[in-house]
């Protein structure tokens, strides 16, 4: 069974005979966490929190100024992402482009494309919460 890479502050138990996984309580600050490489160049990503019992997450990702992330979408999982800092920026179905600034918050279902993304001057910083396992 997978665990979060927050080295043992997620505390695990199996219950009962069917191997569920019942939750704890789990705390971690971002201080304590490495950044590590995303799927793409320029961006790194920190794992809050890795669900074990069905392939979750929830990650700190930061975009280098200029950073492109190529579109893309999440097959098997919903995914809800809040702009903490920066602004991405995307074509827009009208041909335009939508601008995502610090506070925006966008809910895109599973299957959906989005993106290309291109972080602005300042870079980016978004916090990524995905339902499911990304495919």
């Not at 700190?60 to 999440?74: I, S, T």
């Not at 992402?81 to 179905?93: F, T």
Request: net charge negative; charged share 25%.
């Amino acid at each position: 069974m997978e665990t979060c890479e927050a080295r043992g502050r997620l505390k695990e138990r199996t219950g009962g005979t069917d191997g569920e996984v019942d939750m704890e309580r789990y705390v971690v600050h971002e201080d304590g966490l490495e950044w590590v490489p995303a799927d793409f160049p320029r961006a790194q990503m920190k794992v809050l929190y890795m669900d074990p019992r069905g392939g979750g997450q929830i990650l700190l990702v930061r975009f280098e100024p200029h950073c492109e992330m190529p579109q893309h979408a999440h097959a098997a999982s919903d995914e809800a992402a809040y702009v903490l800092d920066g602004e991405l920026r995307q074509p827009a179905p009208d041909g335009g482009e939508e601008v995502f600034r610090k506070g925006h918050f966008v809910f895109l279902p599973a299957g959906m494309k989005h993106g290309p993304f291109t972080a602005g001057e300042e870079g980016c910083t978004i916090i990524s919460v995905f339902y499911g396992p990304l495919r």
